[in-house]
């Protein structure tokens, strides 16, 4: 019972380092397509591009040596951690599509005040959480073993 309590306190704790180097990420990405962008005049789909690029290659490099302590050959990582990112980003894309525009979420629209709440909204939120586990997941039995 106690290495069940082990097992599950170093989970959590690693989950909860995976989840910080995900918000990391996101503040790189958008600080990378904003001075793209706004400071370096690139066209916006291509700071977009470059911008998401940087994010994968930083939660590469902090999954690998923070989150999951790998020290497995970076080229076999790197590549089952991109199929794991496109994979998952795939699933991500299907629930907010399948609950966008098949379900009667499609139709659902909340306002208080100035904030609106639609059910792409909603949708984006239930495919962010989709991904966060199932990459999460991934990335432990798969990418980082």
């Not at 962008?37 to 923070?66: D, E, M, Q, R, T």
């Not at 709440?117 to 073993?145: E, P, Q, W």
Request: aromatic letters at 18%.
């Amino acid at each position: 019972m106690n290495s069940n309590m082990t097992l599950s306190r170093n989970t959590i704790l690693q989950f909860a380092k995976y989840a910080c180097v995900g918000v990391l990420n996101t503040l790189v990405t958008l600080c990378v397509i904003y001075v793209c962008k706004a400071l370096l005049g690139v066209n916006p789909l291509l700071s977009n591009a470059i911008g998401y690029v940087c994010g994968v290659i930083n939660s590469f490099l902090w999954n690998k040596n923070w989150v999951f302590k790998s020290s497995g050959r970076y080229y076999k990582e790197a590549i089952r951690f991109l199929v794991g990112f496109f994979v998952c980003y795939g699933l991500q894309f299907l629930v907010v599509w399948l609950l966008s525009y098949k379900t009667p979420l499609k139709d659902f629209q909340y306002q208080i005040a100035a904030f609106t709440m639609s059910g792409y909204g909603i949708a984006t939120l239930i495919g962010n959480v989709v991904y966060t586990l199932i990459n999460y997941i991934y990335n432990k039995i798969v990418t980082f073993r």
